[in-house]
C-alpha cells in the first residue's frame, strides 16, 4: 500500500475569522440551501469524499491516536457514511410541512390550515472533540446540512492530523463558502464566538461548553451542549450473567482505549461478588488481550501526554487498590486497561472522569447504597449501566436519571447511529442522531392561515368586546372538567353513559370494536340457533 503524506497542522489565521463567518452567513441568505435537492447533492459528496478520503481519514486516526483502522472504519469514517445514508434517505419525508390537525388544532380552528414548517436555523458553528475526531465533528454537520443550515466547523487542535484532513476533504468536495474548517484553538474559538451563530453545537468538556454557553448567552444564541459525566455501572447480586457484565463492562473500557464519553467511570457492585467479579475481568482481558493490552493493535493510545498525565495521577493519587492492570509508558502513551477497587467516594477514582482506560470498583451492601453513592458522585450522568433483576434494572432506572442507559451492557444505547443521543443536566443539553439531527438545526415554524371568508365566524376577538359572543364561542368550544379541586376524577353521567355504551373501556375506537364483537357473536349465535 502506497504511504499516505498526511498534512501538517496549522492553524486558520485569526484575521481570516471574522469573513469566514460572514461568507458562510452570505450563502444561507442566498436561500439555495432551502432546496433540498441542494441539501441531497452536499449529502452524497459528502457520502463520497468520506468513501474516497477513506485512507487519509484512517492514517490520520492511526496518527492522532493509534487508532485501529477496524475501530476507524466501524466508527469514524463509515458511521459518518451512514448517517448520510439515513438522511438522503429520510430528508423528503423530514423536511414536509407537517399539518396540525387534532389534538393540537380543536374541530373550531380546523379552516385555518395550521401547520409547522421545518425551516433551518441559519449559519451555525460545530465544535468538536478529540476523542471521534471525525464521526463526532461530522454527525452534527450531517444534520446541519439535512436541515438546509451553512455550517462552519472546528476540529480539535489535539488530533491534528484528522484536523487537517477533514479541512482539505470538506473544503474540496462541498459547496465552497458554505461549509467551510477553522483549525486551531483557544483564540481561533475565541474568534469563531465572537461572531454571530444561529446555533452552536459543542461537543467537549463540561467546563469549556460552560465557557461556550456564558458566550453564546451574550448574544442569545441557542447551543446543544454534548458533555462528559461520571458514569455509574451497577451490579446487583441477581445480575444474571456475571461473567458477561465483566466482559461488556471491559469492551466500554478498551474500545478507543475508554476514551468515550459514555463508558462507565466506576462500577457499584454488591459486596459478595466483588472477587468473583474480578477474576472475570481478568479472564475477559486474557481473552481480548492474548499477550496483553499493549502488544495488541486493536487498542488505541492516550491522545496526548497530557491527558496520560491526568490519567496517570488519578492513578497515583487514588487510596484504592489496583487488582487488574496497572502497567502506563509515558513514551508511548500507553496506559493499560485498569481496574482500581476503592471504598470512598471522595476518592481520586470517583470524584474525576477517568476519559480513559481505567475505572473503580466500589463494593455497596445494597442496590439503596449503590443509588444513594450514585446520585452523590454525579447526579446527572452522561448514562449509566444496570446489571440486576428486571424489577432491579427498572428501580434503577427510575430512581436515577442520566443522559442515556443501557441494560445488561455498556454503552449500546449510545452505539446504533440512529437514536438520539444526549446528555442531561450538566451532561449535556440537547440531542441528536438520527431525525433528532434533523431536529437539532430546524425552526418548527407555526404557520396560520385565516380565509377571509371565516371573518364573520372569528369576529368575537374584536373591540367593541361582546360577551355574548365570548359566552357562545365558549359554549361551543370549552371542555368541562371530569375532576374536583382535589384533583379527584368525578364519575358524573357522562362516565357512566361511556363506561354503558362503551362496554367497560374509555375510548371510541375500543368500543366499536368490542360493540362489532357483540354484535359478530351475536349473529354467530342467532343463526346457529336458526340452523
Ligand atoms: N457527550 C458527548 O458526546 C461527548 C463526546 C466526546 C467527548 N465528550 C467530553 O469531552 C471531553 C473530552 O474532550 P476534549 O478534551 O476534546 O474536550 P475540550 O472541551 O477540551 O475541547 C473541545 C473543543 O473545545 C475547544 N476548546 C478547548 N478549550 C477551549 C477554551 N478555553 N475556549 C474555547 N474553546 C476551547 C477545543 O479546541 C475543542 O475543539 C470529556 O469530558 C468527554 O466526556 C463528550
Ligand atoms: C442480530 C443478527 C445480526 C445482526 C447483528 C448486529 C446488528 C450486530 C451489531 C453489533 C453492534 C452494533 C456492535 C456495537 C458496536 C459498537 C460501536 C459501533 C461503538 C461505537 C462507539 C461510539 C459511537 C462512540 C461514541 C462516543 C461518544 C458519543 C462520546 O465520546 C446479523 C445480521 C449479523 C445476523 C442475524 C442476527
Not at 441568505?29 to 484512517?58: C, F, G, M, S
Not at 439515513?86 to 380552528?109: I, S, Y
Request: include cysteine; hydrophobic fraction near 40%; charged fraction near 25%.
Amino acid at each position: 500500500m502506497a504511504s499516505i503524506t498526511l498534512p501538517e497542522y496549522q492553524a486558520t489565521a485569526l484575521e481570516s475569522i471574522p469573513k469566514i463567518a460572514s461568507t458562510a452567513r452570505g450563502q444561507f441568505r442566498t436561500h439555495k440551501t432551502k432546496n433540498i435537492e441542494w441539501r441531497k447533492v452536499q449529502l452524497r459528496k459528502l457520502y463520497w469524499a468520506l468513501e474516497d478520503y477513506k485512507p487519509q481519514l484512517v492514517a490520520a486516526l492511526a496518527s492522532d491516536l493509534r487508532k485501529s483502522k477496524f475501530e476507524s472504519l466501524f466508527t469514524e469514517v463509515d458511521w459518518v457514511k451512514k448517517d448520510c445514508m439515513f438522511m438522503l434517505d429520510h430528508l423528503d419525508n423530514f423536511t414536509k410541512d407537517q399539518k396540525l390537525g387534532a389534538p393540537d388544532v380543536p374541530l373550531t380552528f380546523s379552516m385555518m390550515n395550521f401547520r409547522v414548517r421545518k425551516e433551518p436555523l441559519g449559519t451555525v458553528l460545530v465544535i468538536g472533540p478529540y476523542n471521534y475526531p471525525v464521526q463526532l465533528l461530522l454527525c452534527p454537520v450531517v444534520g446541519a446540512i439535512a436541515a438546509g443550515c451553512t455550517v462552519v466547523i472546528k476540529p480539535s487542535e489535539l488530533t491534528p492530523a484528522c484536523a487537517m484532513v477533514v479541512k482539505e476533504m470538506i473544503e474540496k468536495c462541498l459547496d465552497p463558502g458554505s461549509f467551510s474548517v477553522v483549525n486551531g484553538s483557544i483564540p481561533e474559538t475565541n474568534a469563531l464566538m465572537n461572531e454571530k451563530w444561529d446555533k452552536v453545537f459543542f461537543t467537549g468538556s463540561a467546563q469549556v461548553g460552560t465557557i461556550i454557553a456564558k458566550k453564546a448567552a451574550e448574544t442569545l444564541t441557542p447551543v446543544v451542549l454534548e458533555l462528559g459525566g461520571k458514569n455509574p455501572a451497577f451490579i446487583t447480586k441477581n445480575c444474571p450473567n456475571l461473567a458477561l457484565a465483566a466482559r461488556r463492562l471491559l469492551w466500554g473500557k478498551t474500545h478507543n482505549n475508554g476514551q468515550v464519553c459514555m463508558s462507565q467511570n466506576y462500577v457499584l457492585i454488591d459486596k459478595s461478588l466483588v472477587d468473583t467479579f474480578i477474576e472475570f475481568l481478568k479472564l475477559a482481558y486474557k481473552d481480548m488481550f492474548p499477550r496483553g493490552a499493549k502488544a495488541s493493535d486493536d487498542i488505541s493510545r492516550i491522545v496526548n501526554k497530557r491527558h496520560f498525565l491526568r490519567i496517570k495521577k488519578m492513578l497515583d493519587d487514588s487510596k484504592g487498590k489496583i487488582v487488574m492492570g496497572g502497567e502506563v509508558d509515558e513514551d508511548e502513551l500507553y496506559i493499560e486497561p485498569t481496574v482500581v477497587l476503592v471504598n470512598d467516594v471522595k476518592d481520586s477514582m470517583m470524584e474525576e472522569e477517568s476519559f480513559g482506560p481505567v475505572f473503580a470498583i466500589y463494593p455497596v451492601n445494597t442496590l439503596d447504597e449503590a443509588l444513594n453513592v450514585a446520585n452523590l458522585v454525579h447526579r446527572t450522568p452522561l448514562s449509566l449501566y444496570t446489571f440486576g433483576s428486571k424489577a432491579e434494572n427498572e428501580r434503577v432506572i427510575n430512581e436515577m436519571t442520566s443522559g442515556g442507559a443501557t441494560i445488561n451492557d455498556s454503552f449500546f444505547h449510545g452505539s446504533v447511529n440512529t437514536v438520539p443521543f444526549g446528555g442531561v443536566g450538566d451532561s449535556g443539553w440537547g440531542a441528536y442522531r438520527g431525525k433528532a439531527s434533523f431536529d437539532a438545526f430546524t425552526h418548527f415554524r407555526t404557520i396560520a392561515e385565516t380565509p377571509s371568508w371565516a371573518e364573520k365566524l372569528i369576529r368575537v376577538r374584536y373591540m367593541p368586546y361582546d360577551f355574548s359572543a365570548l359566552n357562545f364561542l365558549n359554549r361551543l368550544t370549552e371542555k368541562s372538567p371530569n375532576f374536583d379541586r382535589n384533583g379527584k376524577v368525578v364519575k358524573g353521567l357522562g362516565y357512566w353513559i361511556m363506561l354503558i355504551f362503551g362496554l367497560g373501556g374509555k375510548s371510541a375506537k375500543g368500543a366499536f370494536l368490542r360493540w362489532l364483537v357483540v354484535v359478530g357473536a351475536h349473529f354467530i349465535y342467532t343463526n346457529r340457533l336458526g340452523r
